[in-house]
C-alpha cells in the first residue's frame, strides 16, 4: 500500500484493473492547457502528479492533438464553446467536464469561466479517475451553492490550537515570512480539491497582535502561497486592537479615531494583501471585547468594521455566539433574543455567522432557532470540525451525517421546505452574500487530523460547503474510495459504519436530547454531575436538570419557552412530548422517570437502552473494522484499531458514568441488558 496519510483523499496510486487502467491511458494522455499563469501551473503539477500516479504516464501538454483540452471559456474554440452545457450562465467559480464523440480533436473538453473554476474542474476530473468512472460519459457542470467555504483555524500565535487534537498550529508564526513549509501548499491542495476558497487562520478568542506590521508580513506569505489555490485569508479582529496596539484609549466603535484606526489598518492589510477576505469577530462573548462594552450595539460594531473593509471588497463576519451570565434567560434563548431585533440592519458586507445549534456544538442539536428568522440578513453557517464535544482526539465521528441533519432541517419559516440549506445558500430570500464555515481539525499530526477518520470530516466540511444538499451517504463513499479502495467490499460496509457513527456517538454521551454534560472545561469525558463553575450556564445540571421529578430541560411554555422562537408548526409538534421526536425530548421537556415513551417503556428504561445501544454501536464498528485490514495501509489499520478500542472503553465510561449519576435521581432498577457498573 501506499495510502500515505499525508496525502489524504488525494491518494493517487496506480490503477490496478488493467483494463480500466489502459482506456484511460488511450483517453487523456494529450494535454492542451491554455493557461500560463500561477494557477496554471498549479493544474499543470497536479495533473502531472495524478496521472504518474494513477496511470504511470507523463502527459504530453501543449500537443497538437490533444484529447483532453483545459482551457478558460474565452479562449475556447467557438466550435466547441457551443457543444458545452451553458456555462456562461454560472457563476465565476462553475466548471464542466464534457465528454465529446464527434470532435475529431478532443474528446474530453475541461472549462470554466475563470482559472479558479478549472482548477476545480481539474480536481473533480481526477477524482473521476479515483473513483474508476467511465470517462466517456462525462457530463458535469457543477458551481458553488454557497460563496464563502472557509475554515475557521482556532489556532493561537504561540501555536496552541483552541479545542485542537492534531498537534500545534501548522502556522510556524516564528518562521515566517521567509519559511514556507510543503505542508502550507498541501494544505491549499488539498482545500482546493474540495472548493474550499478562504482560511480564517488566527482564533475568535482573538490576539490583536496578529494585526501588528511585523504580522502583516507573515500573513502575506500566506496568502501568497494559497492565491493560485483560489484561497483567500482572513483574521480574526479583537475588538479592543485599537487600545492593545497602545494607539487609542477607546474602542468605542462610534468614536471617529476608532473608526479611522480601522480604516487605516484594513489600508495597510490591503496594501500587502489586495485579496485579503475580511474579518470574523467574536465579540461580547465569554469575556471578550465588543462594543456592548461602550453602550452599543452588534450592529455599531460590526457596520463600523464593514465599512472599512468595504473599499477593498472584504466582508465581516459577526458572530452570534453571544450568551451572558447576566442574564436570566435561557442560554438556548439568547442568541436569538440579542440579534433578531437587528434583522436588515446589517451592511451588506457583514455576514452573521452562526452556530448550527442554540447551545454549543453538541452531539445533537436541534437547529438554530435564528435560521430563517432574520430574511433580510446574510446568515453564515458555522460547524465544528474539530470535535470539541464528540470524542476529541479518540472518537471516529463521521460528521457529515451531523452537518446533514441540520442542513435538511425544515425552518418552516417561509412555508413547508424551508430548509436550513435553503436560508444559507440565499435561495429563500435571494441573498447575495452566502458563507459556510468549519472550525478546523488541522494541527502539525502527520496525518493532519490525528484521528485518520478525522481527514473525512474535513473532506466532507468541504463537500456540503460547496454544495449543502450533498448527501452524506456519497460523501462518505468518494472519501472511502478516494482515500483507501474503490473495492465493494470495502466501501459498502465502511459506508455503513461511518454513517452509524455519529448516532452511536449520540446514544453513549446524550441520547433523547440530553446535552452538555460533558466533563468541565475539556469537555472530553462524562461529567453530568459538574455544578461549581464559574458560571451556571457552564455546569452540566444547568442543561440536564435531573431530579427526583424527572430529567431535561423545559423549553415550552411552563418553561423557558425557547420553542417560541421557532415557526409555529415547530412549536405546535414540539409543545407535546408525544409529538416531540424522541431525538429532541429532554432538550425541549422535563418529563419523570416513568414517562411512557412511545416505545411503551418508561424514559429511564429508554435512557439505559440508548446507552447500551451506543456502546454496542462501537463494538460493532470494531468488528466491521477488523474485516478491512487487507484493504488499509497497516499503520493506519493498526491506529485506528487502537482508537476505537479507547472509544469502546469511554464509551463504557459515558454510559456508566451517566447511568450511575442518573439513578440517584430515578431510584429505579436498570433493566437486564445494563451489565454490572463500577
Ligand atoms: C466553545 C468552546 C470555546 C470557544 C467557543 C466559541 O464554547 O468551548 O473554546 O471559544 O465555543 O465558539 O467562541
Redesign the pocket.
Known sequence: FSQNPYDLWLQYDNIEEQHILETYKNQVSNIYLSLNSATGTVIKEEIQKAFKGLLGIEPKFDSKTPNIIISTLDKLDPSLQKKLPEISKMNDEAYVIQYISDSKDAQIIISAITEKGLLYGVFNFIKQMQLRNDLSKLSISDSPKIQKRLLNH?DNLDRSV??GYAGFSIWDWYLLPELIKQEYIDYARANASIGINGTVLTN??SNALVLSPRYIQKLKALADVFRPYGIQVYLTARFSAPIETGDLETADPLNAEVKQWWKNKADEIYAAIPDFGGFLV?AN??GQPGPNNYGRSHVDGANMLAEAVAPHNGIIMW?A?VYSEEKPEDRAKQAYSEFKPFDGKFKDNVLVQV?NGAI??QPREPFHPLFGAMPNTPLMMEFQITQ?YLGGMSHLVFLPQLFEEVLEEDTYTQGKGSTVAKIIDGQLSNKKLTGMAG?ANIGTAKNWTGHPFGQANWYGFGRLAWDPETSAKTIAQDWLKMTFTNDSDFVDPMTRLLLESREAVVNYMTPLGLHHIMAANH?QGPGPWVKDMPRPDWTSVYYHKAAADGIGFDRTSSGSNALEQYAPEIQKKYSDPATTPDKYLLWFHHLPWDYKMKSGKTLWYEIAAHYQKGVEQVEGMQKTWQKMQKYVNPQVFEKTNMLLNIQLKEAKQWRNACLLYFQQFSKMDFPDFIPEMT
Open positions: 482556532w483552541e479545542r475568535v478568542n467574536k462573548s465569554e458572530r455566539f452556530k454549543d456544538f470539541e472550525v469537555h
